[in-house]
């Protein structure tokens, strides 16, 4: 039995093929991985990881009932993010923020988890998404995945607290198997936060520099060939070593000292992030 820990909706345990799964190279090279990219470099405060968002989407998928097959795939659906997380899509070249969509399947075979699904008769569980309607919904619609990264990046910036999180929690149902606020006030409540979320956190123009720089210098590094592109399925603080090896250490430095942000275009930056926009409906 595993004890996993989550600072927004407490600790809960897991056994059998999700003990396993956790513990699989897979995840936890996600603790690795920042939520928000190369932000922690400009803000030490932005710490939290895709291991904490994939517990945490875990976590909710399992509390309103999803099935071991959801509760697994809630669990791996990040497993493919590169390092620094959606810097990746820049470096490239997916505007859509789905590049790790694209390699999923890649990571995976690479990986001990389909041993690990097929000793437990699992291992069909990762081709049908479309089916975890707990886990995954398009926009505009409300899922798991929408759910945690919203409410997680807004507490760690300090623009939402737990108080407001938890009475939150007690208005979020499940009807024809999908998440959903129980009332008028609660998906307008969630509503103004994703605009939050995409507006004062996604947008806020030092965290789109800082994302945007760390992909230029990526990308020059991958064209002059001191990285390989397989070097992104590395962790954030692996990389960051490799580009120091190869020469880079003042370029970083400038990127944490925000050398340059006064003529950085803070406009076409955000216009590049993904358009994203919530109407969760409300439970009948």
């Known amino acids: 039995m595993l004890v996993l820990e989550d600072n927004i909706y407490g600790n809960f345990e897991v056994d059998g093929i999700l003990e396993e799964l956790v513990s699989s190279s897979p995840v936890q090279r996600l603790k690795g991985i920042h939520q928000g990219g190369a932000i922690f470099l400009v803000d030490s405060s932005q710490q939290h990881t895709r291991y904490e968002h994939s517990i945490g989407v875990l976590c909710l ?29 820049q470096v490239f070249n997916h505007p859509d923020e789905d590049y790790h969509e694209h390699i999923f399947a890649d990571v995976i075979e690479r990986s001990e988890i389909p041993m690990i699904l097929a000793k437990y008769g699992y291992d069909q569980v990762l081709k049908h998404f479309d089916q975890y309607t707990l886990l995954e ?9 929408r759910i945690d990264y919203t409410l997680r990046d807004l507490y760690h910036a300090g623009l939402i607290s737990l108080t407001e999180i938890q009475h939150f929690m007690l208005n979020l149902t499940v009807g024809s198997g999908c998440l959903t606020p129980a009332d008028e006030a609660s998906a307008r409540w969630l509503s103004m936060q994703f605009k939050k979320l995409n507006e004062a956190y996604l947008k806020k123009p030092e965290y789109l520099y800082a994302n945007q720089r760390m992909a230029e210098l990526i990308k020059t590094a991958l064209s002059k060939g001191l990285l390989e592109p397989a070097d992104m399925q590395m962790d954030d603080e692996a990389v960051l070593a490799k580009l120091r090896s190869q020469g880079y250490s003042d370029e970083l430095k400038a990127i944490s000292k925000l050398d340059g942000f006064e003529q950085f275009e803070v406009k076409g930056a955000a216009e590049r992030i993904k358009r994203r926009e919530l109407h969760p409906a409300v439970s009948n």
């Open 61 to 89: 998928v399992r509390h309103f009932g999803g099935s071991v097959e959801e509760q697994i795939a809630a669990l791996l659906h990040d497993v493919s993010h590169t390092a620094f997380s959606h810097v990746g899509d």
């Open 137 to 145: 919904r398009p926009l505009p619609e409300l899922c798991a995945d």
